[in-house]
């Protein structure tokens, strides 16, 4: 399998305290890999610092076979690379979801108007907006907000989608309407890195499990291994914690 990313011996330090250690793993192309795990382990961190977003202390994050770390890459055009759908949507409020789809595709990619609307749309469909590409985000609701985030980050075309906890700011009757649209995006092959407390979209619908504690990645496997057969006593009780609440 085609590796688009590749995690070596990564750290991260805020002052004193050490938020991740020495973290090795992959993701190949197509694949869904959700990582799992406890607030503080350290799981949006590392979705962070694989987009940059902070700068990892140490190791090397290998994309396509280069280093992205090394001063020589093009970090502006890595990130063009990776979309990501963060937990509070970012959407520009002053435009509306039309715009906010198109803007970034003009500025970045340098797309024209026409191109960028056109890809824009179609995203728009796949996630079930296109009806209100005349809405402000302050006339959505937090679900529609989300979905139209998830399509702007589809609009850039990137090879890799990272997801923060895209339900944890959500009313739970809204979640539902999110976590479908991910579920249908993991169908068609996109690349996929997702943070996420839904255990049942875990299982469902990754690859790959990683399970992350304390900074470390603890234990990875398929959904079936991790949920039915981990191997590690924190993973146990992270899933029995965790399950004993749905």
Do not use: W
Request: hydrophobic share 35%.
């Amino acid at each position: 399998m085609e590796k688009i990313i590749e995690i070596k011996h990564l750290s991260k330090h805020f002052g004193d305290h050490e938020v991740l250690k020495d973290i090795d793993f992959s993701v190949n192309k197509g694949e869904v890999v959700c990582i799992i795990g406890s607030s503080g382990s350290g799981k949006s961190t590392l979705l962070r610092c694989i987009n940059l977003l902070e700068k990892p202390t140490g190791g090397e994050i290998i994309y396509k076979g280069e280093n992205i770390l090394d001063d020589k890459h093009d970090i502006r055009k890595y990130r063009t690379k990776l979309g990501m759908v963060f937990q509070q949507f970012n959407l520009f409020n002053n435009h509306n979801v039309l715009s906010n789809c198109v803007v970034g595709q003009m500025k970045v990619l340098k797309r024209s108007k026409e191109e960028a609307e056109k890809i824009a749309m179609k995203y728009l469909k796949v996630v079930g907006m296109e009806k209100y590409i005349n809405a402000k985000p302050k006339q959505l609701s937090g679900g529609q907000k989300q979905r139209v985030a998830i399509a702007r980050a589809l609009s850039m075309e990137p090879d890799v989608i990272l997801f923060d906890e895209p339900t944890s700011a959500l009313d739970p009757e809204m979640v539902g309407e999110v976590l479908k649209v991910m579920k249908e995006l993991a169908g068609t092959g996109l690349t996929m890195l997702v943070v996420t407390h839904e255990m049942e979209f875990a299982r469902e619908v990754s690859d790959r499990v990683v399970f992350m504690d304390k900074g470390v990645i603890e234990e990875e496997g398929s959904p079936e291994q991790i949920f039915n057969n981990p191997t590690k006593e924190r993973t146990r009780e992270f899933l029995k914690r965790t399950l004993e609440k749905l």
